[in-house]
């Protein structure tokens, strides 16, 4: 598919409006409407000098970064190209880092999607990662260092991954219909949609807003810890709701007391409404590093709420595992002490999660003065 066919899929029909537009340039760039909602997009043209990045084509780049951070809108930027122009020399550095801090200014402004339809190399896949979201087709092919200098073509680290570069057009155009403009905008959308984005978080919409799904049943590996993480940051740079469905199994081996603390750190630090949901077991690490630091608590009827597995409680304490739940880590008894907001049955869970919705949706909190937090990672 060409690269026009592929931005009229991505933009609503005729709205499309290309900018410094000349037949020698590898990059498409414009705005345009998304589902009615103004939106920037660029686009490596591949098929004209192999999509390479040069000074002309960074300063159309820079541009569209620019545009959509002073009004507040969208960007999508779609890749395939085999590099830079490396004749241009430091020229093509002073490009590719003025390209990045135009990024970077716009990260936590306004959504950022990156597609990659084909090679995304070196910078580009620097770039790439930048994003809040990267979805790919299943060629495409995203790495650093080359394969002939012993590079290795990354696998599994796209948020989506799909079939074709129209699918993966689609999937972005679907996935900003969720998505606040900006982050000073609130998201309207119809309920009932929903888009999975991997390691247990997806994005749905309730009552007509989008809100951020963490779902924890497996155990978690270093992987997913970091991809929650990430996620849920994101949630909070543009105040959509998260909610944590607890069914937890705790920790993988290879997760560290890095990848434990930066879940902590960015949960706990989260100033978006949070939403807890215990479906089943909550006990140990996983439950209070993430859906502890909930504003609103739901659980099930049978739900078990225990600082440590109940096996290990039950045999530190000389009971049996009945009684430990019956005494210690029962609903009743969370309820009790102040735990737990809500007790409900599955059948309730829909109508749970809009009230608790309702209760947290105008949360303040004020926050000490400073420029960011010392994320870890």
Do not use: W
């Not at 003025?98 to 936590?108: E, F, H, K, N, P």
């Not at 995203?142 to 012993?150: A, C, E, K, N, V």
């Not at 999660?353 to 947290?360: G, I, Q, R």
């Amino acid at each position: 598919m060409t690269t026009t066919a592929l931005l009229e899929k991505l933009f609503d029909e005729n709205s499309f409006c290309e900018l410094q537009k000349h037949e020698e340039s590898s990059v498409i760039a414009g705005f345009g409407k998304i589902a009615g909602s103004q939106a920037y997009a660029y686009i490596q043209d591949i098929s004209v000098k192999s999509g390479a990045v040069n000074k002309n084509t960074a300063a159309k780049m820079k541009k569209i970064y620019a545009d959509a951070v002073k009004f507040g809108a969208p960007l999508v930027a779609v890749f395939d190209s085999k590099g830079g122009e490396i004749g241009e020399g430091i020229e093509l550095i002073e490009a590719y880092t003025d390209i990045i801090a135009d990024c970077a200014r716009l990260s936590g402004v306004v959504p950022l999607i990156s597609v990659v339809t084909g090679q995304c190399s070196g910078l580009n896949a620097a770039l790439c990662r930048m994003s809040d979201f990267v979805i790919a087709t299943e060629e495409a092919e995203i790495f650093f260092t080359p394969p002939f200098l012993g590079g290795k073509k990354e696998i599994n680290t796209a948020d989506i991954t799909v079939k074709t570069a129209e699918e993966a057009v689609l999937k972005a155009r679907e996935l900003l219909s969720l998505l606040p403009p900006n982050n000073l905008e609130a998201s309207s959308c119809a309920d009932g949609v929903e888009i999975e984005l991997g390691a247990g978080t997806k994005l749905e919409t309730l009552s007509n807003s989008a809100a951020g799904i963490v779902t924890l049943e497996e155990k978690l590996n270093a992987a997913d810890t970091a991809r929650i993480a990430r996620f849920v940051s994101f949630c909070d740079n543009f105040s959509l709701p998260v909610i944590t469905i607890i069914n937890s199994a705790g920790f993988e081996m290879d997760v560290s007391s890095r990848d434990t603390a930066r879940l902590a750190q960015v949960y706990a630090s989260a100033t978006t409404p949070k939403i807890t949901l215990i479906t089943g077991n909550a006990s140990g690490a996983a439950f209070m590093l993430t859906g502890g630091f909930g504003d609103f608590t739901i659980a099930y009827e049978n739900a078990v709420i225990s600082p440590v597995p109940v096996k290990t409680a039950a045999v530190f304490l000389e009971m049996s595992e009945e009684d430990y739940i019956k005494e210690h880590a029962g609903v009743q008894n969370a309820l009790k002490k102040g735990y737990i907001d809500l007790v409900i049955t599955p059948e309730e869970k829909q109508t749970a999660l809009v009230t608790a919705l309702e209760a947290v949706r105008n949360k303040r909190v004020a926050s000490p003065k400073r420029k960011h937090i010392n994320f870890i990672f």
